[in-house]
């Protein structure tokens, strides 16, 4: 079987210690690396060939030996028995495995580089080279054991030239000179040379001294303050230090802090003298509304330090505002997203429209989404390209203010197009230049909607090879506009060479980043210098010279005080305009062109930094600090917040710093509101019910929300239970209205006088009205006045009847007339049953039958009239059959009275239907005179009722064998109608009555149900009431009545 390595995979060096690969070689700064070599099959160790030579001198066969190798013979340890020198290195190895066959036809090999690392050689005194007293010990440290030397003001020497001074305090790893002599603005240079005693190597390194013994003057403010903004991270403020000198910051919001124990303002490190600015700033956040007080200090690259302290008054603003973040100006987004913030949590919704008048049909309504409810998004998705306004308003304060703002943007998706890119000549009709530092052209582009924002162009050289033909690109925005149409009319820079021919490929951007999608072409031009005017060579001026023979269409630029017309004269690109007189000056940050090292007109470089939009080359360029590189514009933080990268002023990738949008758990963190948690430890951490923050679920500082712990009074809740006194009123936790729990607030305990830490008193009936004293103080009336309203009804009675206590125009209706009316129909039955029957007497004294023997009382069908039967002749006898008949409709009749005397009292608590049914048998029944007085013995004694109706079925046999007679069939008629008339009546007050009876409600979190009328159920909203059809389903769902509204 055939053994093979490859190196790289199986056959691999191992330097055991720190390097670093590089391709297929191997950098360390070890003098004697050690290097493992790892075979995959076993190999005879005494057959090992193994070589190490410089790379530019091989054959030299540097001392290596083996050291060791494993168990499995496949693993090899080799070091070198010398110290290499700094360079690059080849080993080479080759060996036989155990049945003696030979590993390679030629010997593997590993490169490796050895660098030394550098010499370390610090200052360690005065810090920074600035001392706050003269003379000064001046220190040094390396990192690793050298010799070192020191000469005064010369950096023109070597080691052995410096000398050796046997003052210098010194040992392996620093040395000290004592008595220098430093100087206030006057560096003063000490040159310090060491030899690494282990590499052997020497350093040269030069340290300016110089002398500062003022404290820095520094002033602390706070910006916004008062503070009246509430952000999506809560109220903030940014405490700034402004010094004459360069410092580094701490602050606290401990006043007795010492520096040591503050909190360095972001990116500030007083080791490190790069973090020294004569301004520093942090931003501060607060919890609450409330006066906040800090302490801070400062100190000096000298190490002296000014102090002092900044009150922060943070409080709800007085005047509202709305901040429209986005959509911007221009966008390409078919639906972009609406996203603003408010200064102040919104009273109400917001909303947004696209009409001021916030028609129904227009607007929508919108929540915030943090929360402190300040910052607002949603996306617009029935909207289209072109230029759109929309409409934003929202509610603030007690009194629902409206605040309304508007913002306008275009909606673009379509690319732009080239339309034409033309190179001119100064030449007439030529296609050869003689400027050989510019290319001139026009350059046309159309967008109908967010217009053209830049030309980008490349200037190629035909003459070259194409890997090599791109001369310059760049960017030039449009000199005019035409309508739709976009143009740049002018020239380029561009370094170019006699002789060669150039074209240039232009291509358009709009506002949005939309580009075209062809590229156009110019004509080529080719430069030929010998092409320029004579009179641009003659030494005088004339022509179109502006001076001589610079400017105009001569090829050579005027120098700065030389004259001219136009910028375009003069090599400095500004040509001032100084009261009529032209002269090329030098470029300023306020000549309004681009020139100097400006990246755009009048900014960026050593001018002002540059807005959104502008040319940039570095962050610094920029007032955002941002300079994107892919387009070489300034771009607003929230465009870096975005790009999932970790940017500079970010904690976290896109988040924390600069950015609104606080990091995860877990996040890298700088301070607390980096946090969402807010709670930054190097890292987010998680919220807790013990950080001391407010943050999380928390209602309050560690209460609230998911905590154990409850708010105390004061704090913002949400529910009863994140409340101590589990009383969440209005936002805030309040104290428990109803102390003792009893069912009456305390302040009607206290204003009637009860206790309102006993809740003995709430069953009981002061004013004896019927109703207890806790009834009373949710109803409103005076628990100890029985009649509040004074309309004649106590307030019990006013209740059972369902009428407002509070209303004297609201009271029970008296009664007592229907009961006079039912009493008045039982009258006119007995009396018509009276006369029918001294009617019979007198014209029929016919035998009647014995008395019969009443069966117990049954219940009957529904009674009907009897049909009537045909007319026949006056017998004087009855015959057996008939009055066998009669016998049984007495029967019948007395039943029927029966059920009447015990239907009548119950008239008033009966349903309609039964009611008519017995209306039904007052119609059809007659007899004797009924009173008053048998209603009430009927009630009161079985045997008094048994006599009546006895006496009754004697009366009914009677009036039953008279139905013949044609007398006593009209008489009966005119009292059917009688009794019809008064059956009608009595419908009508029944029909009142039952209009008193409401619906049965209750309240989903009640325990009784209520007359749909019952003042204590009056100002509960419909959503939180529940209905019953009657009163077993609510007692079926386990409610009970309340004594208050329902009366049986």
């Known amino acids: 079987m055939k053994k093979t390595l490859c190196i790289g995979i199986l056959f691999t060096v191992f330097l055991l210690i720190p390097f670093v690969a590089a391709d297929t070689s191997v950098i360390t700064n070890s003098l004697r690396p050690n290097i493992t070599v790892i075979f995959n099959t076993a190999v005879d160790p005494d057959s090992i060939m193994a070589a190490l030579d410089p790379k530019a001198a091989p054959g030299t066969n540097i001392s290596i030996r083996l050291v060791s190798y494993d168990a499995n013979k496949t693993r090899f340890l080799f070091t070198t028995l010398e110290d290499l020198a700094e360079g690059d290195y080849v080993f080479s190895i080759n060996g036989r495995d155990l049945t003696g066959k030979l590993l390679f036809t030629t010997p593997k ?202 009150a922060v008054d943070v409080r709800l603003p007085t005047e509202y505002t709305i901040t429209i973040l986005s959509p911007p100006s221009y966008t390409k987004e078919s639906q972009p997203w609406l996203n603003f913030t408010i200064n102040a949590p919104a009273a109400g919704a917001c909303q947004y429209s696209k009409d001021s008048g916030f028609a129904a049909a227009n607007r929508s309504s919108i929540l915030p989404y943090d929360s402190l409810g300040v910052r607002y998004r949603t996306q617009l998705v029935s909207i289209g390209p072109g230029t759109h306004t929309l409409y934003v308003r929202c509610p603030f304060g007690s009194s629902n203010q409206i605040v309304t703002v508007s913002t306008t943007f275009s909606i673009d998706t379509a690319r732009p197009e080239m339309i034409s890119a033309m190179l001119t000549s100064p030449l007439a009709n030529s296609s050869k230049t003689y400027y050989d530092d510019r290319l001139c052209g026009v350059f046309k582009a159309e967008d109908r909607d967010s217009g053209i924002d830049f030309f980008s162009y490349t200037v190629v050289d035909e003459s070259r090879a194409s890997s090599s033909s791109i001369v310059e690109r760049g960017r030039v925005n449009p000199s005019r506009q035409d309508n739709i149409t976009y143009i740049f009319d002018g020239c380029i820079d561009a370094d170019l060479n006699n002789t060669n021919t150039y074209h240039v490929d232009v291509n358009a951007t709009d506002r949005v980043g939309l580009g075209t999608l062809q590229t156009k072409s110019t004509n080529a031009l080719t430069v030929d210098v010998t092409l320029a005017p004579e009179n641009c060579d003659d030494l005088r001026k004339n022509g179109d010279e502006t001076d001589v023979d610079c400017g105009g269409t001569c090829p050579e630029k005027c120098l700065e005080g030389e004259f001219c017309e136009d910028n375009s004269d003069c090599r400095t690109g500004y040509c001032e305009d100084d009261d009529g007189v032209k002269k090329c000056a030098k470029s300023s940050c306020r000549d309004d062109i681009k020139n100097g090292d400006e990246t755009d007109v009048d900014c960026g470089g050593a001018c002002g930094k540059c807005d959104d939009g502008d040319d940039c080359e570095e962050n610094s360029d920029c007032k955002s600090g941002r300079c994107d590189p892919s387009q070489d514009i300034c771009v607003d933080k929230l465009d870096t917040c975005t790009n999932q990268k970790l940017d500079e002023g970010e904690a976290d990738v896109d988040c924390g710093g600069l950015c609104d949008a606080q990091c995860d758990d877990g996040s890298t963190c700088d301070v607390d509101s980096d946090c969402k948690s807010l709670v930054c430890d190097g890292t987010c951490k998680a919220a807790s019910c013990t950080d001391n923050i407010k943050n999380g679920f928390e209602k309050g500082v560690d209460c609230g929300g998911t905590c154990d712990e409850k708010c105390p009074l004061g704090t913002s809740c949400t529910q009863d239970t994140d409340c101590a006194s589990d009383t969440c009123l209005n936002g805030k936790c309040t104290k428990n209205p109803d102390s003792d729990n009893d069912g009456m607030d305390d302040s009607c305990e206290i204003a009637n006088g009860f206790n309102p830490e006993d809740a003995s008193d709430a069953s009981g009936d002061v004013d004896d009205d019927g109703l207890t004293n806790s009834e009373e103080c949710q109803l409103g009336t005076n628990p100890r006045k029985a009649d509040t309203d004074g309309d004649g009804y106590n307030d019990g009675a006013e209740s059972d009847a369902g009428t407002d206590p509070l209303d004297p125009d609201d009271h029970p209706q008296n009664l007592w007339w229907l009961w006079l009316l039912i009493v008045l129909v039982i009258l006119l039955l007995a009396g018509g049953g009276y006369y029918a029957y001294e009617q019979y007497a007198n014209r029929r004294p016919e035998p009647r039958m014995p008395p019969q023997r009443f069966m117990p009382p049954r219940t009957l069908p529904p009674l009907s009239r009897p049909p009537p039967r045909a007319e026949e002749p006056h017998k004087a006898s009855v015959s057996t059959e008939k009055t066998e008949e009669w016998v049984s409709v007495g029967a019948e009749g007395r039943r029927k009275s029966e059920n009447i005397f015990d239907e009548l009292a119950l008239l008033a608590t009966k349903k309609k239907g039964e009611r008519e049914n017995i209306f039904h048998r007052l119609k059809i029944m007659s007899g004797e005179e009924i009173k008053p007085t048998h209603v009430k013995q009927i009630a009161e004694s079985p045997a008094a009722k048994e006599d009546i109706l006895k006496s009754f079925s004697i009366i009914s046999q009677k009036n039953i064998d008279d139905k013949t007679s044609k007398e006593i069939k009209s008489q009966l008629t005119d009292l059917k109608e009688s009794h019809e008339h008064l059956a009608t009546k009595v419908d009508k007050v029944a029909e009142k009555l039952e209009s008193k009876v409401e619906t049965l409600i209750a309240s989903k979190a009640g325990k009784k149900f209520h007359n749909a009328g019952c003042l204590a159920a009056k100002n509960i909203p419909k959503t939180q009431l529940i209905t019953f059809k009657d009163r077993k389903e609510a007692v079926k769902k386990g409610y009970k009545p309340c004594r208050v509204c329902l009366t049986r």
């Open 109 to 310: 090999i590993q490169e490796f580089t050895v660098i030394y690392p550098p010499l370390v050689i610090e200052l360690l005194n005065p810090r920074f080279g600035v001392s706050s007293y003269s003379p000064v010990d001046f220190t040094v440290g390396v990192n690793r054991q050298a010799n070192c030397r020191y000469n005064l003001g010369s950096q023109n020497f070597t080691f052995a030239e410096s000398g050796y001074d046997p003052e210098i305090i010194r040992t392996p790893y620093w040395f000290k000179k004592t008595g220098i002599s430093v100087y206030a603005n006057n560096a003063y240079p000490i040159v310090v040379s060491c030899e690494d005693l282990f590499y052997h190597k020497t350093t040269i390194l030069t340290f300016y001294l110089t002398l500062d013994t003022a404290p820095p003057q520094v002033t602390y403010r706070a910006e916004p303050n008062p503070v009246t903004f509430l952000t999506s991270r809560g109220f903030e403020s940014t405490l700034i230090a402004e010094a004459d000198k360069d410092v580094s910051c701490r602050y606290s919001n401990n006043t007795n802090s010492i520096f040591s124990e503050m909190l360095p303002f972001p990116f500030n490190d007083v080791t490190k003298s790069g973090t020294y600015a004569e301004t520093q700033s942090v931003t501060l956040g607060f919890p609450d509304q409330g006066t906040y007080t800090y302490a801070a200090e400062c100190v000096s690259l000298a190490n002296l330090s000014s102090r002092g302290t900044v």
